[in-house]
């Protein structure tokens, strides 16, 4: 587990801060006395360190884009529209829109306040932990970042150790485009993290597997801190007969195989009809040629599994049901081919494990109700996806299940929409980011009502002693519409 | 735990009972394990863990038409059934959420002499106070709710980017499925109702808690408040820390808890398990700083009405005053002069005056007395678990009443010399529910505000930012986390389910992001993103 990124050799693995030799518990003691001062409070101090993000992506996009390609092969495409686009999009979001966030939000007053102001602050948590994975290294890191830093937090960023190169980068190069007293990064393995959340913070923030999310919010239990966890899960995609199957195959295969599959979010498995199936195959077979020509092992368009392990554990599921495209897998250079499955048992572990790969099951149903049991009776997903070109049928599969978000003939293409929360429900996860949301989620909403010094008169009315005459008039003027007197 | 076990001599059922199942007919608890066989109920589970293991017990199922046919489903059985309704979509239309509100203002209604009745034997609470904190708090929150429903309910259309002007985008705020909510004695009413109102506008089915403490008003819950709700999505689960603590390790969609950060941390450790949601309304200390700038007479009117209220047992109330020995020196006869006002030369003879909610926190509370000097009251009588309003001084931070919550009619004030050792007193204890500040300079009070965290913050008075439902209650830190009241309740309840519609057309558009991945596509996508700055279009 050392070898997880510990710098210097330590025998027993130690959690370590990236930076400086202090120990942890140093580290988060001096990013508390930043916070207390108040140094991270003021719009300046925030600005200052957005601003700082996104001269990071700027400035170092050629060695990010490197990193990106040697854990992943991530194609420089998509690193360029998954990961620096939607992180450069919420800092310049962030950057237009703080003032706007910081101010109080005044709330509706009732006859008795109306001389009092009232109002919800948006505060600051303190110190903010965050947890990334592998999958979007860059991503999963900036963009709760951006959030935590607007709302004026210290931030503790937890990089994935496993995208070893991006690991790198994130603790050599970033640190330096922020102020040091109020952000660090620690690095390690499940070991350090285990150590790491021993400690107290104001706000953990967590994307991973639901297994370590029940460990992470274990831990925060201890010491009552608020969470959000990003979970992932299977994701539905139901193609109703009523489609066009080659429009169906492009945005399928698109969202699938994009990252080699390795996306949270992505569509899992297909929910079709045999007629549809019979359809849908030549379609995908065709459009994966098209996407990644004849031999998809030399496309430069596709990526690689992030490890060994992972790899193993994809190819093992390449033995569920029967191979109907692709189905190719090379160890050496750890790729598995655009593979789409069929005739799959419910029972096999392809529809057991969240998928996390280039492969697409295809599970048959003959009815929208079917397809509609068929996936309520399994955990909530984080995505959920319903092909058709009948509105009924859409609003129907929306109507009557339920997941962290929802995209009709389309994949996750509503990410890109900071507009829209992006969180999960259930066993994919709790709470929700991105844009303004994050700027919520890493802030205390405090409720605030600021009254008069004098008046005192006026108060006489809910003094005890409460005669006769005082109970009638508190019951009149609690009447329906208010409850002022309190 | 599914299944009731055998069941010791003299039926524990007592912890047991909870609603009873008719199809949305009133029925009448009788029979084995009605709430009226519990003539041995111990008080206090709390303290007293049963040395039996007494099986949990869900409700009451009784035959829709042969009354004296009861029969017992176990708490799984119970939570099923829940379950089922809620995946049949039953509890969605908004009919039948605005059928259920109503219910509950009925409930308020019908019996409010009887819950009034029930809080006087639990906590002697003067009808005013029932009026101004249980009664009108629930009710208001229900007209809200019945008034608002449709709005709350409506999908949140969002701001779209230049390559999704075709979709649409919007935010569907959905029930989460299964609710537990757990409730502490001291507002037994409020803190049933008021997250209830929220939870079953949200369209959720609600497992409901109540506190085996304040066991009249739980009696009172437990008999009448199922047969104003539709029993296929409301149950209620009855018991102490042990029930609870088997009743959370079935599954729950959510979990609103309102108690101690002890148990709270309890709660969550549960829910983690499943993964689950959950509120915690917690309490904590929460300071009072008086500024020497201050008119003593209007602080200790509204000080002491804050602190007294309910007996003290309200966990937002002021726990502690921080001021100057000079104001201290203006206050302390005020405050005599106020507390004679509102409740007489002797207070344990004023109506308007509650009791303390039972035998160990009576003890706790006489103990706490001993602290610091006595300046005002200090009186106790066991055997009316009366303790006198209180004003202690010369108190060290190291005491018991500095240590913890105290919960009951004592007032601590410990001095500090200015408005930065006040902060930093503040600062260096867990983050209380509830922070105040008296001053007659709006800038003090600011100062404060800003240099300060807790759960809500009231500048010259007391806990009125929870009587509005355009604030957020809820804590922070060790007080807790989320909030609710009004339309917070319903968010807090429902999940915000991002969604984009979009149609099959325009594939051709659509296809310039996909791979092979060209330059010249890619400068594309580039450009048209960068065109908006807060629009990612095309992927």
Known sequence: MSVKGVKGAVKQPRLEPAQGMDSVGDTLQRLRESFSAGRTRPAEFRVTQLKGLGRFLRDNKQLLQEALARDLRKSAFEADISEFLMCQMEVTLALKNLHTWMKDEPA???????????????????????????????????????????????????????????????????????????????????????????????????????????????????????????????????????????????????????????????????????????????????????????????????????????????????????????????????????????????????????????????????????????????????????FSKSNKVVNEMLDRTSSGTFGSNDGFTYLTLPSLPLGGVGNSGMGRYHGKFSFNTFSHHRACLLSPPGLEKLNDIHYPPYPDWKQRLVRWSLGPQSCTLL
């Open 108 to 386: 509706t007053k009732n006859l008795l306040m109306l001389l009092s102001s009232t109002f919800i602050r948006k505060e600051p948590f303190g110190l903010v932990l965050i947890i990334t994975p592998w999958n979007y290294p860059l991503n999963l890191s900036l963009v709760p970042l951006v959030g935590a830093l607007a709302a004026g937090n210290c931030v503790v960023l937890k990089p994935s150790e496993i995208s070893t190169s991006t690991e790198k980068v994130l603790t050599e190069v970033l640190p330096q485009y922020l102020d040091q007293s109020c952000f660090a990064v620690m690095l390690g393995g499940p070991e350090e993290t285990g150590q790491l959340l021993e400690h107290k913070f104001d706000y953990i923030f967590f994307t991973g597997s639901p297994r370590v999310g029940r460990i992470v919010m274990t831990a925060a239990a201890k010491h009552l801190t608020p969470i959000t966890l990003e979970l992932g899960g299977k994701n539905p995609c139901y193609v109703d007969d009523n489609c066009d199957p080659e429009t169906v195959a492009n945005r399928v295969a698109f969202f699938r195989y994009f990252n080699t599959g390795q996306t949270c979010v992505a569509p899992d498995y297909v929910l079709c009809s045999p007629e549809m199936q019979e359809r849908l195959l030549p379609a995908l077979q065709s459009t994966i040629a098209r996407f990644f020509g004849e031999d998809p092992q030399s496309s430069p368009n596709l990526g690689r599994i992030i490890n060994d392990k992972h790899f193993q554990r994809l190819q093992g599921l390449l033995g569920c049901g029967r191979v109907a495209i692709g189905g190719q897998s090379d160890q050496s250079d750890r790729y598995i081919a655009p593979t789409v499955l069929v005739d799959v048992q419910e029972t096999e572990p392809v529809m057991q494990e969240e998928i996390f790969g280039p492969i697409l099951p295809i599970v048959n149903v003959r009815s929208l109700d079917e397809a509609i049991d068929f996936i309520n009776r399994r955990e909530k997903p984080l995505a959920l996806y319903a």
